[in-house]
């Protein structure tokens, strides 16, 4: 059963940096790509940035390119999300997210919390 696991969330000022894990279990990811999404208070679930396993391309959002930095440890089935210059609309609850490369994300992480106050 494939589990998805984020943490690294908090609390952080407007111009500070964060880094979100997600640590994957349950299958191999060959041939897979994992996302980052997120959803604000009262917002839509919204594309951030993902990475397709095997070749390590990536692919972000508009609002994050340049600030946001996706990668992954395939010895530790992890991916981070590295989040850099955070401004308070970045406030969101962060979810993981994993399915095979050329399809839907089919499983998903529990969520974890990002606040940047300004």
């Known amino acids: 059963q494939v589990q998805l696991v984020e943490s690294g969330g908090g609390m952080v000022q407007a111009g500070g940096s964060l880094r979100l894990s997600c640590a994957a279990s349950?299958?191999?990811?060959?041939?897979?790509?994992m996302g980052w999404f997120r959803q604000a208070p009262g917002g839509e679930r919204e594309f951030v940035a993902r990475?397709?396993?095997?070749?390590?391309?990536?692919m972000y959002a508009d609002s994050v390119k340049g600030r946001f930095t996706i990668s992954r440890d395939s010895g530790k089935y992890t991916v981070y999300l590295q989040m850099d210059s955070l401004k308070p609309e970045d406030t969101a609850v962060y979810y993981c997210a994993a399915g095979p490369w050329v399809s839907d994300y089919h499983y998903w992480g529990q969520g974890t919390q990002v606040t940047v106050s300004s």
């Open positions: 349950g299958r191999t990811f060959s041939n897979y790509k």
């Open positions: 990475i397709i396993w095997n070749s390590g391309n990536t």
